[in-house]
T-cell receptor, first 111, second 114 residues
Framework: SQQGEEDPQALSIQEGENATMNCSYK?????LQWYRQNSGRGLVHLIL?????REKHSGRLRVTLDTSKKSSSLLITASRAADTASYFC???????????FGTGTRLQVTL | EAQVTQNPRYLITVTGKKLTVTCSQN?????MSWYRQDPGLGLRQIYY???????DKGDVPEGYKVSRKEKRNFPLILESPSPNQTSLYFC?????????????FGSGTRLTVV
Protein backbone atom coordinates (compact mmCIF):
# COMPACT_ATOMS: atom_id res chain seq x y z
CA SER A 1 0.00 0.00 0.00
CA GLN A 2 1.48 3.32 -1.05
CA GLN A 3 1.27 6.28 1.25
CA GLY A 4 3.30 8.84 -0.64
CA GLU A 5 2.71 9.87 -4.21
CA GLU A 6 5.29 12.02 -5.96
CA ASP A 7 4.52 14.60 -8.59
CA PRO A 8 5.63 15.00 -11.30
CA GLN A 9 6.60 11.48 -12.33
CA ALA A 10 9.39 12.89 -14.47
CA LEU A 11 11.13 16.26 -14.64
CA SER A 12 13.72 17.53 -17.07
CA ILE A 13 15.62 20.75 -16.41
CA GLN A 14 18.86 22.42 -17.38
CA GLU A 15 21.87 22.70 -15.14
CA GLY A 16 21.65 25.70 -12.87
CA GLU A 17 17.85 25.68 -12.68
CA ASN A 18 15.89 24.76 -9.58
CA ALA A 19 13.97 21.49 -9.37
CA THR A 20 10.83 21.08 -7.30
CA MET A 21 9.21 17.76 -6.52
CA ASN A 22 6.06 17.22 -4.54
CA CYS A 23 4.81 14.42 -2.37
CA SER A 24 1.28 13.89 -1.14
CA TYR A 25 0.28 11.34 1.45
CA LYS A 26 -2.95 10.05 2.92
CA UNK A 27 -2.71 9.57 6.67
CA UNK A 28 -1.10 11.39 9.58
CA UNK A 29 2.63 10.93 9.80
CA UNK A 30 5.42 10.96 12.38
CA UNK A 31 7.96 12.07 9.84
CA LEU A 32 8.58 12.27 6.11
CA GLN A 33 11.89 11.48 4.46
CA TRP A 34 13.37 12.06 1.03
CA TYR A 35 15.74 9.64 -0.69
CA ARG A 36 17.71 9.72 -3.92
CA GLN A 37 18.33 6.69 -6.12
CA ASN A 38 20.82 6.66 -8.95
CA SER A 39 19.86 4.27 -11.72
CA GLY A 40 19.42 0.79 -10.25
CA ARG A 41 21.48 1.57 -7.17
CA GLY A 42 20.58 1.75 -3.50
CA LEU A 43 18.62 4.63 -2.08
CA VAL A 44 20.47 7.36 -0.25
CA HIS A 45 18.85 9.21 2.62
CA LEU A 46 18.72 12.97 1.98
CA ILE A 47 16.66 14.58 4.69
CA LEU A 48 14.05 13.85 7.36
CA UNK A 49 11.37 16.29 8.47
CA UNK A 50 9.24 15.59 11.51
CA UNK A 51 5.53 16.29 11.69
CA UNK A 52 6.03 19.30 13.96
CA UNK A 53 8.50 20.92 11.57
CA ARG A 54 7.56 23.05 8.58
CA GLU A 55 10.83 23.54 6.74
CA LYS A 56 14.29 22.07 6.72
CA HIS A 57 17.47 22.80 4.80
CA SER A 58 20.48 20.73 3.94
CA GLY A 59 22.99 22.24 1.54
CA ARG A 60 21.15 22.85 -1.76
CA LEU A 61 18.09 20.98 -0.52
CA ARG A 62 15.05 22.59 0.99
CA VAL A 63 12.13 20.52 2.24
CA THR A 64 8.78 21.85 3.33
CA LEU A 65 5.97 20.00 5.06
CA ASP A 66 2.32 21.04 5.20
CA THR A 67 0.50 18.60 7.45
CA SER A 68 -2.86 20.31 6.87
CA LYS A 69 -2.58 19.54 3.15
CA LYS A 70 -0.73 16.27 3.73
CA SER A 71 1.99 17.29 1.35
CA SER A 72 5.70 17.94 1.17
CA SER A 73 8.01 19.44 -1.40
CA LEU A 74 11.68 18.97 -2.13
CA LEU A 75 13.51 21.85 -3.78
CA ILE A 76 16.96 21.35 -5.24
CA THR A 77 18.56 24.69 -6.01
CA ALA A 78 21.17 25.33 -8.69
CA SER A 79 20.89 21.79 -10.01
CA ARG A 80 23.86 19.90 -11.43
CA ALA A 81 24.12 17.01 -13.87
CA ALA A 82 25.07 14.84 -10.89
CA ASP A 83 21.61 15.45 -9.41
CA THR A 84 20.13 13.28 -12.17
CA ALA A 85 18.39 10.49 -10.27
CA SER A 86 15.03 9.31 -8.99
CA TYR A 87 13.75 10.95 -5.82
CA PHE A 88 11.41 9.22 -3.41
CA CYS A 89 9.45 10.42 -0.45
CA UNK A 90 8.82 8.00 2.39
CA UNK A 91 6.50 8.35 5.35
CA UNK A 92 6.56 6.91 8.83
CA UNK A 93 3.16 6.63 10.43
CA UNK A 94 1.92 5.68 13.89
CA UNK A 95 3.69 2.73 15.40
CA UNK A 96 4.47 1.18 12.04
CA UNK A 97 7.83 -0.52 11.84
CA UNK A 98 8.58 0.64 8.37
CA UNK A 99 8.79 3.47 5.93
CA UNK A 100 6.24 3.53 3.13
CA PHE A 101 7.69 4.76 -0.15
CA GLY A 102 6.10 6.50 -3.10
CA THR A 103 6.83 5.61 -6.72
CA GLY A 104 9.30 8.45 -7.21
CA THR A 105 10.10 11.41 -9.44
CA ARG A 106 12.71 10.88 -12.14
CA LEU A 107 14.85 14.00 -12.46
CA GLN A 108 17.00 14.62 -15.52
CA VAL A 109 19.44 17.52 -15.41
CA THR A 110 21.01 18.36 -18.75
CA LEU A 111 24.08 20.46 -19.47
CA GLU B 1 33.02 3.04 6.12
CA ALA B 2 29.48 2.64 7.43
CA GLN B 3 27.57 0.50 4.99
CA VAL B 4 25.06 -2.20 4.22
CA THR B 5 26.52 -4.95 2.05
CA GLN B 6 24.33 -7.18 -0.09
CA ASN B 7 25.42 -10.16 -2.11
CA PRO B 8 25.15 -11.04 -4.87
CA ARG B 9 24.53 -7.94 -6.99
CA TYR B 10 23.04 -9.96 -9.82
CA LEU B 11 21.51 -13.42 -9.78
CA ILE B 12 19.78 -15.47 -12.43
CA THR B 13 18.19 -18.68 -11.22
CA VAL B 14 15.61 -21.25 -12.24
CA THR B 15 12.17 -21.76 -10.78
CA GLY B 16 12.23 -23.79 -7.59
CA LYS B 17 15.94 -23.61 -6.84
CA LYS B 18 16.43 -22.33 -3.29
CA LEU B 19 18.56 -19.23 -2.93
CA THR B 20 19.79 -16.86 -0.25
CA VAL B 21 20.59 -13.18 -0.59
CA THR B 22 22.91 -12.03 2.15
CA CYS B 23 22.81 -8.68 3.92
CA SER B 24 25.30 -7.40 6.47
CA GLN B 25 25.65 -4.02 8.18
CA ASN B 26 28.59 -2.66 10.18
CA UNK B 27 26.78 0.13 12.06
CA UNK B 28 25.45 -1.91 15.00
CA UNK B 29 21.90 -1.07 13.89
CA UNK B 30 19.04 -2.81 15.67
CA UNK B 31 16.56 -2.48 12.81
CA MET B 32 16.92 -4.21 9.43
CA SER B 33 14.46 -4.64 6.61
CA TRP B 34 14.06 -6.08 3.13
CA TYR B 35 12.28 -4.30 0.29
CA ARG B 36 11.58 -5.20 -3.29
CA GLN B 37 11.33 -2.61 -6.02
CA ASP B 38 9.20 -3.14 -9.10
CA PRO B 39 8.36 -0.69 -11.91
CA GLY B 40 5.22 1.28 -11.13
CA LEU B 41 4.91 -0.23 -7.65
CA GLY B 42 7.72 1.53 -5.84
CA LEU B 43 9.37 -0.15 -2.87
CA ARG B 44 7.40 -2.66 -0.87
CA GLN B 45 8.52 -4.11 2.43
CA ILE B 46 8.98 -7.88 2.59
CA TYR B 47 10.18 -8.54 6.15
CA TYR B 48 11.77 -6.58 8.93
CA UNK B 49 13.63 -7.23 12.16
CA UNK B 50 13.66 -5.04 15.25
CA UNK B 51 16.58 -6.91 16.81
CA UNK B 52 18.25 -10.31 17.08
CA UNK B 53 15.71 -13.16 16.92
CA UNK B 54 12.86 -10.67 16.34
CA UNK B 55 11.40 -10.71 12.82
CA ASP B 56 8.02 -9.84 11.37
CA LYS B 57 6.18 -9.74 8.07
CA GLY B 58 5.96 -6.66 5.93
CA ASP B 59 3.50 -6.02 3.13
CA VAL B 60 4.57 -8.76 0.71
CA PRO B 61 6.09 -11.67 2.72
CA GLU B 62 4.69 -14.60 0.69
CA GLY B 63 7.42 -16.80 -0.74
CA TYR B 64 10.19 -15.36 1.45
CA LYS B 65 11.86 -16.24 4.73
CA VAL B 66 14.33 -14.34 6.89
CA SER B 67 16.41 -14.96 9.97
CA ARG B 68 18.27 -12.71 12.41
CA LYS B 69 20.69 -14.83 14.40
CA GLU B 70 23.30 -12.08 14.66
CA LYS B 71 22.80 -8.34 14.86
CA ARG B 72 24.81 -7.59 11.73
CA ASN B 73 23.26 -10.15 9.36
CA PHE B 74 19.78 -10.43 7.91
CA PRO B 75 19.63 -12.93 5.01
CA LEU B 76 16.63 -13.21 2.69
CA ILE B 77 15.74 -16.76 1.71
CA LEU B 78 13.64 -17.81 -1.26
CA GLU B 79 12.83 -21.49 -0.66
CA SER B 80 11.21 -22.07 -4.06
CA PRO B 81 11.62 -19.00 -6.27
CA SER B 82 9.03 -18.25 -8.93
CA PRO B 83 9.13 -15.84 -11.89
CA ASN B 84 6.95 -13.31 -10.06
CA GLN B 85 9.81 -12.87 -7.60
CA THR B 86 11.95 -11.40 -10.35
CA SER B 87 12.73 -7.99 -8.91
CA LEU B 88 15.31 -5.60 -7.50
CA TYR B 89 15.83 -6.30 -3.80
CA PHE B 90 17.18 -3.93 -1.19
CA CYS B 91 18.30 -4.49 2.35
CA UNK B 92 18.19 -1.50 4.70
CA UNK B 93 19.15 -0.82 8.28
CA UNK B 94 18.44 1.86 10.82
CA UNK B 95 19.16 2.63 14.40
CA UNK B 96 16.38 1.90 16.84
CA UNK B 97 12.84 1.69 15.51
CA UNK B 98 12.16 1.39 11.83
CA UNK B 99 11.09 4.79 10.61
CA UNK B 100 12.10 7.32 13.22
CA UNK B 101 15.50 7.70 11.62
CA UNK B 102 16.85 7.50 8.12
CA UNK B 103 17.60 4.18 6.53
CA UNK B 104 20.94 3.07 5.11
CA PHE B 105 20.39 0.95 2.01
CA GLY B 106 22.51 -1.68 0.36
CA SER B 107 23.37 -1.46 -3.34
CA GLY B 108 20.67 -3.90 -4.32
CA THR B 109 20.37 -7.40 -5.73
CA ARG B 110 18.81 -7.82 -9.15
CA LEU B 111 17.16 -11.23 -9.21
CA THR B 112 15.82 -12.93 -12.31
CA VAL B 113 13.88 -16.18 -11.96
CA VAL B 114 13.36 -18.08 -15.21
Amino acid sequence: SQQGEEDPQALSIQEGENATMNCSYKTSINNLQWYRQNSGRGLVHLILIRSNEREKHSGRLRVTLDTSKKSSSLLITASRAADTASYFCATHTGTASKLTFGTGTRLQVTL
Amino acid sequence: EAQVTQNPRYLITVTGKKLTVTCSQNMNHEYMSWYRQDPGLGLRQIYYSMNVEVTDKGDVPEGYKVSRKEKRNFPLILESPSPNQTSLYFCASSTRTGGNYGYTFGSGTRLTVV
